[in-house]
């Protein structure tokens, strides 16, 4: 399954994302340096887990710590082909739909992560057993996350030129998703570390 998103797959396809406007310097920056830190963030928490810890659940409807990661790497997945596969490949956005966007930059990373609201995950990325094992999730995320980080490397796109909605912020650019991205991952490895952190969890 992997085998498709080789770096060197990804490489070759990267050409037909790119346009003449790139990102500046420190939004490049800064979302690299969020998809690297919740990357790692993603390995440390998954690290060490055993089967009967990864499959453990508080109470019934509750969701295990292997479904959890599961739901962080569909969402990765899921949301980069929103982004590249779909949203920049749309119609640009029109100053009114870029004015709505203003200030999301800071608030997605205070907001997002904050877990005193919760919200219905969309269907495609509830997590339903795909993987064989915990370690074929991280395997995937792990592969799915250095796409993602690869393309905003490479990127040449005006990132800024597109924007599509989210359920709860409303409109957001195509940069903005990829930020959301990265928030996301972090939202949902606080919910991980709780199932972690409750009392029940098994030791080994």
């Not at 409807?61 to 949203?87: C, N, P, Y």
Request: net charge positive.
């Amino acid at each position: 399954m992997l085998n498709v998103f080789k770096l060197t797959a990804i490489l070759a396809a990267l050409p037909s994302l790119l346009t003449a406007d790139p990102l500046e310097k420190g939004e490049r920056d800064r979302a690299m340096s969020y998809l690297h830190a919740t990357r790692k963030q993603f390995a440390d928490s998954v690290r060490g887990v055993s089967a009967e810890q990864a499959k453990w659940k508080a109470e019934p409807g509750r969701w295990s710590v292997a479904e959890v990661a599961e739901h962080i790497a569909l969402s990765e997945d899921f949301l980069f082909q929103m982004v590249t596969g779909k949203l920049v490949k749309g119609a640009p956005a029109t100053a009114e739909q870029k004015a709505l966007t203003k200030g999301k930059d800071d608030l997605i990373p205070r907001v997002v992560p904050d877990r005193s609201q919760k919200f219905q995950a969309p269907e495609p990325i509830v997590p339903k057993g795909k993987f064989a094992n915990l370690e074929d999730v991280k395997k995937a995320f792990l592969a799915w996350r250095d796409r993602t980080i690869l393309f905003v490397e490479k990127t040449d796109i005006s990132l800024r030129d597109y924007v599509a909605p989210h359920p709860a912020m409303k409109e957001l650019d195509a940069y903005q998703w990829l930020l959301f991205l990265a928030a996301h991952s972090e939202r949902h490895l606080k919910q991980l570390q709780e199932v972690k952190d409750n009392p029940g969890y098994p030791a080994h």
